[in-house]
């Protein structure tokens, strides 16, 4: 008999145990429209490092506008803008934590 935590939906499905690894938000920056980085150390310490950028009031046309890159290395948690110097900055906030 297995024993733990089990969380099962209305069906009887089991959808999350003990074992599994959810996920963590630790925070967010806002990327202003220049290139950047932090340190994030529970990168190291609580698992994986994750991010996601969240942009307001973009159309889906996004050509010739440079958006928010997001990079993770070790503890450092790092954005820019690729794409030609002449195009429009459209920063935004990136949101990491682990898994």
Known sequence: ???GLQ????????????TDRLTRVIGQVYSGSSPGSIQVPAFGVY??????VQQRNVSADVFGKRT?????????LS???P???????????????VY
């Not at 969380?7 to 003990?18: D, K, M, P, S």
């Not at 928010?68 to 450092?76: E, H, L, N």
Request: without cysteine; proline residues 4%; charged residues 10%.
């Open 79 to 81: 954005w820019d803008f």
């Open 7 to 18: 969380v099962f939906n209305a069906v009887g499905l089991n959808t999350v145990e003990i």
């Open 68 to 76: 928010v890159r997001v990079a993770i290395k070790g503890t450092v």
């Open 47 to 52: 698992g994986t490092g994750w991010a996601f």
């Open 83 to 97: 794409g030609l110097q002449e195009w429009a900055i459209l920063p935004g906030t990136i949101v990491y934590g």
């Open 1 to 3: 008999m297995p024993q």
